[in-house]
């Protein structure tokens, strides 16, 4: 089965650019979303099959999927981008979802 | 405005049974799956399973077999989890999301607010 990796933590100035990476087997051939959780809030879709953003989802926010590791980057971050990042995709094997174990930005 | 509203806070005692509620509303309510996720303080995002509001078929993770039940009353596009013979460790926030199928790469979008469930003696 899928075990998707993402690092326990970013931290970034505001204004900067924070890189967020998830990371798996043979991540290419499947689609990446990404869901982003403020403290005390329920999850939000961020951003779907690698790199769609839903409507309402700042063009500052993206998604790439390259080889082995898909990237959420956030450009000239602002502080209401602290939260909890998560990369999800779906396992066919098994056909249910997969949740990386999220990375927490901090907005120095 | 599509929208998942789940039931109250809860707290239980161990052995026993919760059952929380997601009354979906803003689009046609047979036409998605609905999933269950839960969080526990700190963790990060565990799947429990899904259930096809149309057909009532349901699919549940191996870890919660025999324990969880998915219900669901057209009537009022409410969708129910159950989950018995409750642990110290079930203590979470549960959410029910809405699945957007995509030909095998499915995700999840809106989710509900979330039921926080204690489980305490």
């Known amino acids: 089965s899928n075990v998707l990796t993402q690092a326990p933590s970013v931290s970034v100035a505001p204004g900067q650019t924070a890189r967020m990476t998830c990371g798996g087997n043979?991540?290419?051939?499947?689609?990446v979303h990404w869901y982003q959780q403020k403290s005390g809030q329920a999850p939000v879709l961020v951003v779907s099959?690698?790199?769609d953003r839903p409507s309402g989802i700042p063009e500052r926010i993206s998604g790439s999927n390259s080889g082995n590791t898909a990237t959420l980057t956030i450009s000239r971050v602002e502080a209401e981008d602290e939260a909890d990042y998560y990369c999800?995709?779906?396992?066919?094997?098994?056909?249910?979802?997969?949740f990386g174990g999220g990375t927490k930005l901090t907005v120095l | 405005h599509v929208q998942l509203v789940q039931s109250g806070a809860e707290v239980k005692k161990p052995g026993a049974s919760v059952k929380v509620s997601c009354k979906a509303s803003?689009?046609?309510?047979?036409?998605?799956?609905i999933n269950w996720v839960r969080q526990a303080s700190g963790r990060g995002l565990e799947w429990m399973g899904w259930?096809?509001?149309?057909?009532?078929?349901?699919g549940y993770a191996q870890k919660f077999q025999g324990r969880v039940t998915m219900t669901r009353d057209t009537s009022i596009s409410t969708v129910y989890l159950e989950l018995s013979s409750l642990r110290s460790d079930d203590t979470a926030v549960y959410y029910c999301?809405?699945?957007?199928?995509?030909?095998?790469?499915?995700?999840?979008?809106?989710w509900g607010q979330g039921t926080l469930v204690t489980v305490s003696p």
């Open positions: 803003g689009y046609s309510f047979i036409s998605n799956d």
């Open positions: 099959a690698d790199s």
């Open positions: 999301v809405r699945n957007i199928p995509a030909a095998g790469t499915d995700w999840f979008d809106p």
């Open positions: 043979s991540l290419r051939s499947k689609s």
């Open positions: 259930m096809n509001p149309n057909s009532g078929d349901t």
């Open positions: 999800q995709v779906w396992d066919s094997g098994s056909d249910h979802p997969v």
